[in-house]
């Protein structure tokens, strides 16, 4: 059974940083793509940023390309997302997931997520 855990979101003004992070279970992580996604309130759950097992190629939405950069820590088992420039439409429940095809949404394995809320 795999655990994904998300955390890091707060509230945060329009163009600060936020740095969350996903701890996940099982030594799948390492063979595994893993993706960022988000999702706003009335609005459906959408693909953020993927980066893939070894770490060295990664892809971004429009929206957050050039403000966000997904990285991941293998020996750790955390995959991680630095938020800079921040806007208000970032305002959204984050959350971290496999991601084997990319900028698919998962339909399975989710966590909590993690509430990030961007002001002004």
């Known amino acids: 059974q ?5 955390s890091g979101g707060r509230l945060v003004q329009a163009g600060g940083s936020l740095r969350l992070s996903c701890v996940v279970s099982g030594r799948a992580f390492r063979a595994s793509a893993m993706g960022w996604f988000r999702q706003a309130p009335g609005k459906e759950r959408e693909f953020v940023a993927r980066i ?4 060295d190629s990664t892809d971004y939405a429009d929206s957050v390309r050039g403000r966000f950069t997904i990285s991941r820590d293998n020996t750790k088992n955390t995959l991680y997302l630095q938020m800079n420039s921040l806007k208000p439409e970032d305002t959204a429940v984050y959350y971290c997931n496999f991601n084997s095809r990319p900028r698919s949404v998962p339909r399975e394995n989710w966590g909590q997520g993690t509430q990030v809320t961007v002001s002004s």
């Not at 795999?2 to 998300?6: A, G, N």
């Not at 893939?52 to 770490?55: E, K, L, T, Y």
Request: aromatic share 12%; proline share 0%; net charge negative.
């Open 2 to 6: 795999v655990q994904l855990v998300e």
């Open 52 to 55: 893939n097992w070894s770490g």
